[in-house]
């Protein structure tokens, strides 16, 4: 079972999946939603959790939890890169504007221009 | 030898990348000679088959004129002197786009070459195009590129593999080349294996991820799609090892440098959920081991039935934080809107294709207030469990084998609709991922309607070159390898 009480869970623990949930979830996601899309996207993600819910949601604890570098030797702070800032020509230091600028629309007098984020053009 | 071209004579079609430099170091022809022919396939065949996207041709020829000037000259050369390579769009290079093939990033231009593309440039390869694949490589067949499907080169009615399904048709429809793919849950070897390739995920952090465009951080790995294991083993020595711009990579000194002797079949690879052929085929490279004097023993690995689940939420967990960052405004396409959150979420919206959107969601919700613990802690959970047993396996023998698709390459558009369907490619891949371990698949022979079985074996973390050693002695017993498919080549 989930845990949040809130949501009851269905026989294979997963949350019921509504058109409600997946709104609020694409709300979340930041990602527009047109309401002929809820229904499919409502089976696929019941189809998904159901496949998930091998995991045995809800059950154990979480203490256990996983770090990809656990058990690895982590690297001593003696070998870190010199915190200084890169210079042009070397990996992520200054580079040239032109081939900067020709990922922005436009460009001038040596800065980017792009449209306003919010109202005008 | 084959064709002339020039005045010189090329290597043959099926040549490996080591080949390649043997047949340079004679003179028999020029690197620009080289060059231009490979150049020529990429525009016939690679396009035909919709896996090479974009063809650098006068950077390629420029550095190849270059190669054969030092060699001219006798200026030091590269260990990977004047051999052709190809990057995966989600793999930045200073020429050429890196969109991930996706609508979002449509005409991204990288300002720098990932480590490893700078790195194997460093060593005389030469970039001569980018590779299609899915969408932020989240697909296991290769049709949510938005540059269009890849075809199978041995049924082009048929998938690739994904996601990296542009570097597995190139390489496994033409010799000379290694291509560059990326590996989150099998996107190098399910491709490898579905083309008749070799292709290697390395160790967790042993191959720099910076210039990588991020799907599931702590899974994710560059990797190279080979002719063989020898030349996997090459471009792996190149590109390896501690980078200071990208924290989380690592060199490794193995611990044992001895061939691999005590292999484990894991068991659960052979159940009937795998197709009859490729456990036939599996059983006699079992056979074959033995006969070359390795101890092989059965071994299970009972958290492969809970792998493909948990992998679905941490990759999807991943992939929506990764995301994130396209928001229309610092990057990606925008929808021009009066209100933020609605240029947001329009430029979202119309950005990313429908796979990239569910597993967004998926990832989101997994992620989301009152499902957190439930879903992602407890995959986390699980994963350690995963990392534990697989360990604990590689106490007992030295690499544990496997196939790597439970079934052969199926029909373009079958699956498609079907997320669950396509998931299901992925479940004897994910676990070397989640565990963080080495693993190479190498192809194994033929079904009976002529599809490539691919084979994959995996090894404690930092015995990737121990891995390539057992798959070259295994590829020195039997080269049906070297096979290209029909029309191929031409």
């Known amino acids: 079972m989930v845990t949040d009480e809130s949501h009851p869970g269905t026989d294979s623990g997963r949350p019921p999946i509504d058109a409600e949930l997946v709104r609020k979830t694409a709300r979340l996601a930041r990602l527009e939603i047109d309401e002929s899309e809820i229904p499919q996207m409502v089976e696929h993600m019941e189809k998904i959790l159901d496949l998930v819910a091998d995991l045995g949601i809800g059950s154990g604890s979480q203490s256990d939890s996983f770090s990809e570098t656990e058990g690895e030797s982590t690297l001593p702070v003696s070998e870190w890169r010199e915190d200084v800032a890169a210079t042009e020509g070397q990996p992520g230091g200054p580079r040239d504007p032109k081939v900067l600028g020709s990922n922005a629309p436009d460009w001038r007098d040596g800065a980017f221009v792009t449209p306003r984020v919010v109202g005008g053009d | 030898m084959s064709e002339s071209a020039d005045s010189g004579v090329l290597p043959a079609p099926e040549s490996t990348s080591l080949e390649v430099m043997a047949h340079l170091k004679t003179g028999k022809c020029t690197t620009v000679e080289l060059i231009r022919h490979y150049l020529k396939y990429l525009e016939t065949i690679g396009r035909d088959l919709g896996a090479a996207v974009e063809i650098l041709s006068d950077s390629a020829l420029a550095a190849a004129q270059e190669s054969d000037t030092r060699r001219a000259s006798g200026k030091p050369l590269g260990c990977l002197e004047g051999v052709p390579f190809t990057a995966k769009m989600n793999i930045a290079t200073r020429e050429g786009t890196t969109d991930a093939a996706s609508g979002m990033l449509r005409g991204f231009a990288a300002s720098e070459d990932s480590t ?26 290769n049709e949510s590129s938005h540059h269009g499907v890849v075809h199978n080169p041995w049924d082009r009615d048929r998938v690739p593999g994904g996601s990296s399904g542009g570097a597995a048709a190139l390489a496994g429809s033409f010799g000379w080349a290694f291509h560059l793919g990326s590996d989150t849950g099998g996107s190098i070897r399910q491709p490898a294996a579905f ?14 991820r910076r210039g990588l465009v991020a799907f599931g951080s702590s899974l994710d790995q560059i990797g190279p799609l080979t002719r063989d294991a020898r030349d996997a083993q090459l471009v792996l020595s190149v590109m390896e090892g501690r980078d200071p711009l990208d924290a989380t990579s690592q060199s490794f000194n193995p611990s044992e440098t001895s061939s691999m002797k005590r292999i484990g079949l ?3 690879g052979l159940t009937e959920a795998i197709a009859p052929e490729i456990r036939q085929r599996t059983v006699e490279v079992v056979e074959r081991l033995k006969k070359m004097g390795h101890e092989v023993v059965e071994v299970s690995l009972g958290t492969l039935s809970k792998a493909n689940a948990c992998y679905q939420v941490i990759a999807t967990a991943e992939a929506s934080s990764n995301l994130a960052r396209f928001d229309g405004i610092h990057t990606g396409q925008r929808v021009q809107s009066e209100d933020l959150e609605e240029l947001y979420s329009k430029s979202r919206r119309q950005g990313f294709g429908a796979e990239v959107r569910r597993r967004i969601m998926l990832g989101t919700f997994v992620l989301s207030s009152g499902y957190i613990d439930a879903y992602y802690g407890k995959a986390q959970q699980v994963r350690r469990e995963i990392r534990q047993e697989m360990l604990s396996a590689l106490d007992k023998v030295d690499s544990l084998m496997m196939p790597v698709s439970p079934f052969a390459p199926f029909r373009i558009g079958e699956r498609v609709s079907d997320p669950l369907a396509l998931y299901a490619c992925d479940i004897l891949t994910v676990t070397a991922n989640l565990a963080g371990v080495p693993a190479v698949a190498i192809p194994c022979g033929f079904d009976s309607e002529g599809l490539p079985i691919g084979l994959q074996w995996m090894g404690k973390h930092g015995d990737d070159h121990r891995l390539l050693d057992l798959a070259t002695s295994l590829q020195d017993q039997d080269d049906s390898w070297r096979g290209l498919p029909p029309g191929g080549s031409q």
Do not use: H, Q, Y
Not at chain 2, 199 to 207: D, I, L
């Open chain 2, 116 to 141: 490893a593309v700078a790195r194997l440039r460093a060593e005389g390869a030469i970039l001569v195009g980018k590779s299609n694949c899915d969408e932020f490589a989240m697909g296991a067949s």
């Open chain 2, 266 to 268: 894991v068991s659960e």
């Open chain 2, 195 to 208: 083309c008749g390739a070799t292709g290697m995920k390395p160790t967790w952090g042993r191959v720099s």
